[in-house]
């Protein structure tokens, strides 16, 4: 079955530049996700890459993909204490996605 | 924002009572869904909707009954909560765009005690 890990917690400083990790198992996804929550919110779209890409650069935000190594990357540039939020990741196999639990990235001033 | 109202945004309730939660789109897209989030699972879905009258379950199914009879409206019903069913529940729709992508209602926090 398919599976998203990714880790729980990430504390960075303002102005550095974050990383958030994400590993999964299905290799027929079509494209790969990431949104972000901010408390009590619903879920926004961030940003999303399709299997065939390696990267995809949006503003602030890089996405890599390792199809080999089932491994997604964000990178916030810059981070801002206002991207403080949770941060999931989410494959898409057909027309549902199956979600990562979370990670919650904390900007520090 | 993909035009996507949820309600109630917050509903208290008790075991065995049933509980409808509404979700209505402004467009017409095609697909919709529902979701539980809850500490520790991240987002689970329960059900989809490929178009109206074309539901099918999801990873979580039990315990819930959805319909849509118009593409606009995905109601999902719980006919006899229990507590397990205590959760944050989000609606969301898939636009027809290159990506596949999905956007989310803000979501019903239902308390069942």
């Known amino acids: 079955g398919e599976d998203v890990e990714q880790s729980l917690f990430l504390s960075v400083r303002e102005g550095d530049s974050s990383v958030i990790n994400c590993t999964y198992t299905d290799s027929s996804s079509t494209y790969l996700y990431w949104y972000k929550q901010e408390p009590g919110a619903g879920l926004q779209l961030l940003t999303y890459i399709f299997s065939n890409m390696d990267m995809k650069q949006d503003q602030r935000l890089t996405v890599l993909l390792n199809k080999k190594d089932k491994h997604l990357s964000l990178r916030i540039a810059d981070t801002q204490t206002g991207d403080s939020a949770i941060y999931f990741c989410?494959?898409?196999?057909?027309?549902?996605?199956?979600f990562g639990k979370g990670t919650m990235l904390l900007v520090s001033p | 924002d993909a035009g996507i109202t949820q309600s109630p945004r917050y509903k208290i309730t008790e075991t065995g009572r049933q509980v409808t939660l509404m979700c209505h789109q402004t467009w017409s897209h095609s697909y919709m869904f529902w979701y539980r989030q809850d500490l520790g699972h991240g987002l689970r879905l329960i059900y989809y909707s490929a178009a109206a009258d074309i539901t099918d379950k999801g990873e979580v199914p039990d315990g819930y009954v959805v319909s849509r009879s118009k593409t606009e409206n995905f109601p999902l019903t719980l006919e006899s909560a229990t507590r397990s069913q205590t959760s944050v529940y989000f609606c969301?729709?898939?636009?027809?765009?290159?990506?596949?992508?999905?956007?989310f209602g803000p979501g019903t926090r239902l308390t069942v005690l």
């Open positions: 989410a494959e898409s196999i057909s027309s549902t996605l199956t």
């Open positions: 969301a729709i898939m636009t027809s765009g290159s990506g596949n992508e999905q956007f």
